[in-house]
Structures are given as structure tokens and as C-alpha cells.
């Protein structure tokens, strides 16, 4: 008897870890799990722009999409691709965007050793963090928003980035906050205090990813049945 329980404990316990594997995914935070071949048509047609807009920097190249899966549960990672500025090292990141001469992404460690599967090219994860790289030095440093977190779910527009907000509260609960953080001097431009939560998740999906008009002045943060729009000042 005690046998076939620990072997059943044993069985739950692997089905949990495999569930913990996925395909990453494209930029876009609504887009259903595609094949690589598509992930990279996808990703390629998204930089489309970006990619004509770094060939102003004769030192700097972005290579071709690479697709990583995640052991992190809950993880959602866009794919990721490599930059190269000069002599430097390549190095591997997500979700681009460029603006006034850096290039914003998250670092992608990349796991070279281990086999991947069927679909993707290797293991990895990307940091919750946004790098702030100048194209012109080479120069890397962090970009750190007020109350950002992993679970931001952090959207550029231009020279924006409209994002949630988390403070720990003392009572354990949140104080939830969403936020337009201006690129041009790194500061919050605009923000709403939002009502107090507990939050104890480790899904960077929690949040909704904000949804920027199309002239990047407004964003529509949607928290449950609620929506809330905030102005670029």
C-alpha cells in the first residue's frame, strides 16, 4: 500500500514538472502557441520597422528570431534575438523597442547545453527587467520604473511605457498603482492609485498588458470588469 502511494506521489510530481515547460511566445500577449516556424514569421514582421530603423547604426546588428522554452511555470516570454553592437559579444534579448538611440529589451539566458524540444531551439528564460542599451557606446544599464515588478506587464508606445505598479503594504496586501513612464527623463509622466489587494501569485501574466491608442497619448488598463485610461501629459 505504501508502496503504490509513493509511487503515485512520485507520478503527480513529474506531470506538475512537465507542465512547467511551454513554447515561448510572439510580442504580441494575445497571440495563441504557434509552431516555430510561425513565432519567428511573427516576430520578424513586428521588427519590421526596428529593423529598418538600426541600420542608421553602422555598428549595431539584430539577427534572426530564436525560439527558447521556459521551465519557469507561468512564464510568458517573447522569442528572442540576438544584438550585436561592434566587437562586443552578442547577446540575446526580448521584446524590443528602440528609441532615441537605445534599444530596450529583456536579457535572455539561454541555456546552450541542455537539449531543447521539438519546436524550439533551445532552453531559457527572459528577465522580468527591461535593459536599457546605448547603441552608440555599447553601454548597458537597467531601466527601473517606479513599483515595477514581474507581474507589470509593461507595453511600449513611442517614448512611453505604460505599466502596473506594486507596493508592498504592511497589512500584506498591495497597493496597486498603473503608471505612463516617459523614456526621455525616466520618470513616472502619469498615475492612478488603484485599491489595495493581496497579491500572491508567481504568473507574470496576472496584469493585463495596457492597451496604447494609436497616436501613443492615451492607454486603457483593464482590471477585471473595470477599465481605466490614463493620458500622456
Known amino acids: 500500500m505504501k508502496l503504490r502511494i509513493a509511487i503515485g506521489v512520485i507520478l503527480v510530481l513529474l506531470l506538475i514538472s512537465a507542465i512547467g515547460f511551454f513554447i515561448v ?3 504580441n500577449p494575445n497571440a495563441d502557441l504557434m509552431t516555430k ?3 519567428v514569421a511573427s516576430v520578424q514582421k513586428d521588427y519590421a520597422d ?6 542608421e547604426f553602422d555598428s549595431v546588428t539584430i539577427g534572426k528570431p530564436i525560439v527558447i522554452a521556459s521551465d519557469i511555470v507561468g512564464e510568458n516570454e517573447s522569442a528572442c534575438v540576438d544584438v550585436t553592437i561592434g566587437n562586443l559579444q552578442p547577446s540575446y534579448y526580448a521584446k524590443l523597442h528602440l528609441w532615441n538611440g537605445k534599444l530596450y529589451g529583456q536579457f535572455c539566458e539561454i541555456d546552450h547545453e541542455m537539449k531543447p524540444f521539438p519546436d524550439t531551439d533551445f532552453f531559457g528564460y527572459a528577465e522580468a527587467d527591461y535593459s536599457v542599451i546605448d547603441l552608440k557606446t555599447g553601454d548597458i544599464d537597467k531601466l527601473e ?3 515595477w515588478s514581474f507581474i507589470s506587464s509593461g507595453v511600449f508606445c513611442g517614448s512611453s511605457l505604460a505599466y ?11 497597493q496597486v498603482f498603473i503608471n505612463i513612464f516617459t523614456l526621455d527623463s525616466h520618470t513616472v509622466m502619469t498615475k492612478k492609485e488603484l485599491p489595495t ?3 500572491a ?3 507574470p501574466g496576472f ?3 495596457p492597451v496604447w491608442s494609436n497616436d501613443c497619448q492615451s492607454a486603457t488598463f483593464k482590471d477585471g470588469e473595470q477599465e481605466h485610461q490614463l493620458f500622456v501629459k
Open 25 to 27: 511566445r510572439t510580442p
Open 37 to 39: 516556424e510561425e513565432i
Open 50 to 55: 526596428l529593423y529598418k530603423k538600426i541600420k
Open 145 to 147: 520604473p517606479e513599483g
Open 164 to 174: 502596473w505598479g506594486v507596493q508592498s503594504l504592511d497589512t500584506g496586501e498591495s
Open 197 to 199: 489587494r493581496l497579491i
Open 201 to 203: 501569485t508567481d504568473f
Open 207 to 209: 496584469f493585463e498588458y
